[in-house]
């Protein structure tokens, strides 16, 4: 099994990295975030699903703001924050606040939280028990190489008794070897990129598989009707809009935040996705 799901993962990741490199960050004939930083162009990254979906609801709201919104798609977590540095984007709109962190933390990005939009319950999907009860002894479960979402699918498998941290250890920063009690002596391999979780799932290489709910979405998955692990609502992975901090009182950004926490998108982001995808304004 182990072959096979390293030769996927190799040849998926390859495959994103030459699709996200060849055109989704900045062309030799497009203005940049800098040249156009005194016009009324506002360029946003952002992940295809829900996040451009979202922002296309806001075009037409910024434009009778004198603001054209350019969304610029990205099929991974590296770019999007690396061309914001770079100045090839105005903000971004893709990622939760603990992987922002750990983003600025390791790349000593000078970005700044601009706001608050949504949250997307991780979960975790399986194609051989529609059950958690049926989960058997020794089953593998498959998480992304993202180390900022481990605490996060350490607390879904702990809300629903299937394993414990050890004492005081905070469970949004808990990694796999913080796990003192793991009573079905559960399996965890935790090398795969986000991106390729949902292959991984549709291959079945594991008894359970956590996928990001972008990623899910894109794979035809809903995390309410689908999973058999749910996020709790109390989940701190808000995602938010992240700019660089001599922008964040920007104007432009100003307006988007505004925008996107609208009451208008707000209600259109509930009937989209059946209430999978929550609004906040925080």
């Not at 914001?84 to 105005?90: H, M, N, P, T």
Request: glycine share 6%.
């Amino acid at each position: 099994m182990k072959k096979k799901l390293f030769g996927l993962a190799t040849l998926a990741v390859v495959a994103l990295t030459l699709v996200a490199c060849g055109g989704k960050g900045k062309t030799e004939d497009s203005k940049t975030a800098t040249s156009d930083k005194e016009s009324n162009v506002l360029r946003v990254g952002a992940s295809p699903t829900p996040h451009a979906e979202i922002l296309e609801q806001v075009k037409p709201i910024l434009k009778k703001e004198g603001i054209d919104l350019e969304i610029i798609k990205f099929d991974d977590y590296i770019l999007p924050n690396k061309n914001l540095a770079e100045g090839d984007l105005d903000a971004n709109y893709f990622q939760h606040i603990p992987y922002f962190n750990l983003a600025v933390k390791e790349n000593n990005y000078k970005f700044a939280n601009a706001g608050g939009i949504h949250i997307e319950p991780m979960g975790l999907y399986s194609k051989r028990i529609k059950d958690i009860k049926d989960l058997k002894e020794g089953a593998t479960i498959i998480t992304s190489n993202s180390e900022s979402d481990w605490g996060r699918i350490i607390t879904i498998l702990q809300d629903a008794d299937l394993v414990t941290v050890k004492k005081g250890v905070e469970l949004e920063t808990a990694t796999f070897e913080d796990i003192d009690k793991n009573p079905k002596n559960l399996k965890f391999v935790h090398n795969i990129n986000p991106e390729v979780l949902a292959t991984t799932y549709n291959n079945d290489e594991a008894d359970l598989v956590a996928i990001n709910a972008n990623f899910a979405y894109n794979a035809g998955l809903n995390p309410l009707k689908d999973s058999v692990l749910l996020e709790a609502d109390n989940s701190p992975y808000v995602n938010i809009v992240a700019v660089r901090e001599e922008d964040k009182d920007s104007d432009k950004i100003k307006k988007l935040v505004e925008a996107l926490r609208s009451k208008e998108v707000q209600d259109w982001i509930l009937e989209k996705w059946d209430g999978s995808v929550k609004p906040v304004d925080k």
